[in-house]
């Protein structure tokens, strides 16, 4: 994983009005179970600070701490603050790194992960992602048409294939065997088979 270079912050009350999200660096979803959580057990001083980047364009993204966020914006009616590590300059790559960096005792899914690692350019991610995206398939949390959520096995053969320089590439291979004979049914991808 490439490593976050070092950079200047300040610590900051930012109000969650302002705080928005992008997945493409953030986890797909919420989960509803650790948000009521700590609703019912809130504890202010317990909170820490949660890490934000200002973009270019003025727009505040949580990279880390989207949970704690939600959970002052419920109990605040959207009106509370929240005490954040804010950086200015970050590219979208920076913040992917950085998500998965911090997210070291609640890891995030190993799918969001994924995602992050496509977008700051982990190799195995993004071949394997372009791979799947030429014959028509995505990886997705939820099973689906068109979608994997065997991401490990795709990972795994990726990773092999490029050791040892096949050619043509293992994951294409397989995929192309799957979309013949199961088309695009979530049943053909199952990490088993793959």
Known sequence: MKKPEPRKYTDEDVSVSELTVDQRVQREK??????NDIVNNFQPDALGYITVSVRDDGSRVVIDGWH????????TENRGTIRARV?????IEDEAVMFVALNTTNR????????ARVVFGDPVAVKANATL???GWKIGHMPGHATINAVAAVERIQRLSLSIEADPDLLQQVILLV????GHDRYGVQSAII
């Open 179 to 182: 979309t013949g004979a199961w």
């Open 108 to 115: 995030p899914r190993y799918h969001d992960k994924w995602k």
């Open 133 to 135: 995206a030429s014959y």
């Open 87 to 91: 950086f200015h300059g970050l590219s």
């Open 30 to 35: 919420l989960d509803m179970v650790k948000v």
């Open 68 to 75: 704690r966020t939600e959970a002052v914006r419920r109990l």
